[in-house]
């Protein structure tokens, strides 16, 4: 028998995870596949931040300047919405966000919708940020980012919808998460929670800024 130890960074994606160990005797790996899995529990733990987009970008949060901003070539697409998509291949029924606090609205990037009459050979392909308002974490240890969201993306395979952490020593050192992995071109996400744990990034941090980009 032998004992193991695994460590689990703070900023671990929630999930299965997969355990593999070399064995010596057969000069091979041991696979466990779904070993185990890492989760938090949004019960116990107290919500640092929250936003539901009640008041568009002008935020719904306890930050000193609630107001959240946009930025990039098209950043001015990002907008409060409550009904999906306006654009040419929204369907018959438009796709919207089945959250918790969908009855607030939402922020969309209705990049379909900004290309709006155009022939398919004259879309541009569009490029948007929107970052929260400062987020003072000095007093905590352990963070977790979670969100819902939900995407149809078009039509560049190098395309990638991003989350990013920045701990206040800005954007260009900032942590990414890429948020369409999995999903193919022109199909339609389900609307999806998201858990990052965090804590190793902007644990007692008093300077911290989220943004989505849409790029």
Request: include cysteine; hydrophobic fraction near 35%; glycine fraction near 8%.
């Amino acid at each position: 028998s032998a004992n193991a130890s695994v460590y689990i960074p703070n900023n671990a994606p929630t999930g299965d995870y997969d355990v593999r160990v070399y064995d010596l005797m057969s000069l091979d790996w041991v696979v466990l596949q779904d070993g185990f899995y890492v989760d938090f529990n949004p019960q116990a733990d107290n919500i640092i931040f929250y936003e539901d987009f009640n008041n568009g970008l002008d935020g719904n949060n306890f930050s000193l300047d609630p107001s959240w901003s946009t930025s990039g070539n098209d950043g001015i697409i990002w907008e409060h919405d409550f009904n999906g998509s306006d654009g040419e291949y929204a369907g018959d029924t438009a796709y919207v966000l089945e959250s918790e606090s969908y009855a607030n609205g939402w922020m969309i990037f209705d990049a379909d919708g900004s290309n709006t009459g155009l022939p398919v050979s004259a879309y541009q392909f569009r490029k948007g940020q929107l970052t929260s308002p400062y987020i003072d974490l000095t007093n905590y240890s352990n963070v977790n980012l979670s969100f819902e969201h939900a995407f149809r993306w078009c039509c560049n395979n190098t395309h990638q919808l991003v989350v990013s952490v920045n701990d206040g020593a800005g954007w260009d050192n900032a942590i990414s998460y890429v948020l369409n992995e999995g999903v193919f071109v022109n199909e339609l996400s389900e609307t999806t929670k998201v858990n990052f744990l965090i804590s190793d990034i902007v644990g007692q941090k008093d300077s911290v800024q989220i943004r989505f980009d849409w790029a």
